[in-house]
């Protein structure tokens, strides 16, 4: 189920495919397999009606898809591509066998939690798992957050609050709001692995006056991460041109951005991220297994379509 929605993600392209309901089908779809086997390897109660669940959005929104449209799934090729036999035949076919499968192993987990206690299965993680959890969960949410951070930030050049100019006719930024920015999820992996520490260290020697040497330690780093994403990404200046902004370095990185991006990180790691490592703890290893597997599954669905095709 999954592997079929990811090859017809890497089978399509990006810049054609709308958000239409063959679209939050397949995230619905993939995020709903992910968790349904992260339900049965625990060998918990709800697999069953997570796979039910699941199975029934999959050929329901099919059916609903293939009245309104024609199609199973929206294509992005021509009709006599061998892309159509593929995902418009062959893969309604497998997604029902598929379907079946799902509420199988439902079926089995629901059935070993009756004879062995719902979350029978082991529950205890490796050390470096629960790191690695948070990690992959910042990476995922902070990496569609920037994007949208980014359209924030061209909407207040449009106000005039920042300078600068921006192309509304960026399809990718304004039309595609769920493309993931993974540079932005790794300055939020870079946050917690660098920034929080040196701010948990200067806090303890410095308390409220760490705040200073931790805004330039985070101005040195998100700076940095920009410089260094401009010089193998934009060295042709097709992403950003910051050459006629003032205090500008090689049209890569200007005063005004690293500033702005400087306020964002020590906002985030004297607030934002201490009140969403609260929250996590609040929630618990079932609930973070659960975003990790659906998010996971659903998010992989993104990158396969924006970054595969």
Not at 26 to 41: E, V
Not at 174 to 179: F, H, I, R, V
Request: aromatic content about 12%.
């Amino acid at each position: 189920m999954l592997g079929s929605w990811l090859a017809y993600a890497a089978a399509s392209d990006g810049e054609k495919l709308p958000y239409d309901l063959s679209f939050w089908r397949a995230g619905l779809s993939a995020a709903g397999t992910g968790l349904t086997l992260m339900l049965a390897r625990k060998r918990s109660r709800d697999a069953l009606p997570a796979a039910i669940a699941t199975a029934a959005v999959t050929i329901a929104l099919g059916i609903v898809n293939k009245r309104k449209t024609g199609s199973y799934v929206t294509r992005t090729w021509p009709a006599d591509s061998p892309k159509e036999t593929v995902f418009n035949t062959w893969m309604p076919v497998a997604h029902a066998a598929g379907s079946a499968a799902l509420v199988g192993v439902g079926a089995w987990s629901a059935m070993r939690a009756r004879r062995e206690g719902t979350l029978a299965g082991p529950a205890s993680h490796a050390y470096w798992y629960p790191l690695a959890r948070k990690l992959a969960l910042y990476f995922m949410g902070f990496s569609l957050v920037g994007h949208w951070g980014e359209m924030l930030f061209c909407h207040g050049i449009r106000l005039g609050v920042f300078q600068g100019d921006y192309d509304r006719s960026n399809h990718m930024l304004w039309d595609t709001w769920l493309y993931p920015f993974p540079a932005e999820g790794t300055a939020a992996v870079l946050a917690e692995l660098v920034l929080m520490p040196a701010k948990r260290m200067l806090e303890e020697r410095a308390g409220v006056a760490a705040l200073v040497p931790s805004f330039l330690l985070n101005q040195a780093v998100c700076t940095s991460i920009d410089y260094g994403t401009g010089m193998a990404a934009n060295r042709n200046y097709e992403l950003w041109d910051y050459r006629a902004l003032p205090f500008n370095f090689q049209g890569q990185v200007c005063l005004q951005n690293s500033l702005f991006y400087t306020v964002v990180a020590t906002l985030g790691v004297w607030a934002l991220l201490p009140a969403l490592e609260q929250a996590m703890d609040g929630a618990g290893d079932d609930v973070l297994d659960a975003l990790l597997a659906g998010g996971g599954a659903a998010y992989a669905l993104l990158m396969a379509l924006y970054f595969c095709g």
